[in-house]
């Protein structure tokens, strides 16, 4: 992506800094071209263990169809303090933040770096905060992207507030927005930037590219027609995301509580086994509501058309 004149980003959560930092590495080793990275900012636990230990319950039958144990649903930071030390250390382009601003200090480490900040929003007071931690930009995110919802409250509603309204609703700010959610052709790219976008950040639009890491339930998904829509669930996670709508989030989302990470981390035994079954009924389908209109084709290929 980034040797094609976009920006490409590395996703560093569900990873160790080790992990995180080799993969930085390595790109540098591919190409001169600037890069981000996006780091998941760590949320105290909100969830009981009396729940946790219900919905756990409530996902036995599932666990038993697919001959696996449920994982060990635990609290985590992420590796959040060593990921800061290596970003400290090799200083990408960018680094953004989801799910929070982070603690005072952090971003002015970063920017003393070289680094530029960008804080992931879903609402003005996101916003205003976000700028207030010294954030260089903003990514607005509408409620249309595929995947976690970067929502600072991890119980708040879902989000119904189109891109679009939000942009309108943010484009008085003096600091530069960048659009996401339901980026998939270059007629989106153009409305997002007349109404004062400066970039696009999409997602959805390159998951069946060549050279995405794209699982082939999850691909063969997209594209297959058994998918009509998307919905947003905490059935997998614990925290609001958006995905195809399949069985699992069908039977399980009324029941399923708030608890990120722990329901990540109880259901990812489950899910890798669904994948590897080829069951795409009991796995995480992230997609954006613009799915159906996603392009198959190199990833420099899809950059082109979503700037054409």
Known sequence: MSSAGGLGFLAAGYKTADSMGAE???????????FGVNLFVPQPPIIRPDVLEQYAHSLASDASRLQVTLGDPRHDDDDWQNKLDVLYE????????????????????????????TVTVTSRAEAKLAMAAGADMLCVQ???AGGHRGTFDP??????????????????????????GGIVTGADTRAALSRGAVAVQAGTAFLRADEAGTGAVHRAAL????????AVTKA????????????????????????????????RPLRAAAAGAGDSHRVNLWAGTGFNRSMVGSARSILARLAT
């Open 90 to 117: 090799l200083a990408p382009a960018v680094v953004s933040f989801t799910f929070d601003v982070p603690e005072a200090g952090i971003i002015t480490a970063l920017q003393e770096r070289g680094v530029s900040v």
């Open 236 to 267: 997998f996670s614990g925290r609001y995301a958006r995905g195809l709508y399949n069985d699992f989030m069908r039977q399980h989302d009324p029941e399923a509580p708030f608890g990120y990470p722990e329901i990540h981390h109880l259901t």
């Open 223 to 230: 594209s297959s027609g058994q998918f009509t829509t998307t």
């Open 142 to 144: 509408g409620p249309e």
């Open 24 to 34: 930085i590495k390595a790109v540098r080793d591919l190409t001169d071209a600037p």
């Open 155 to 180: 119980t708040a509603p879902a989000g119904v507030t189109p891109l679009h309204v939000l942009l309108n609703d943010l484009s008085s700010l003096e600091i530069p927005l960048i659009a996401a």
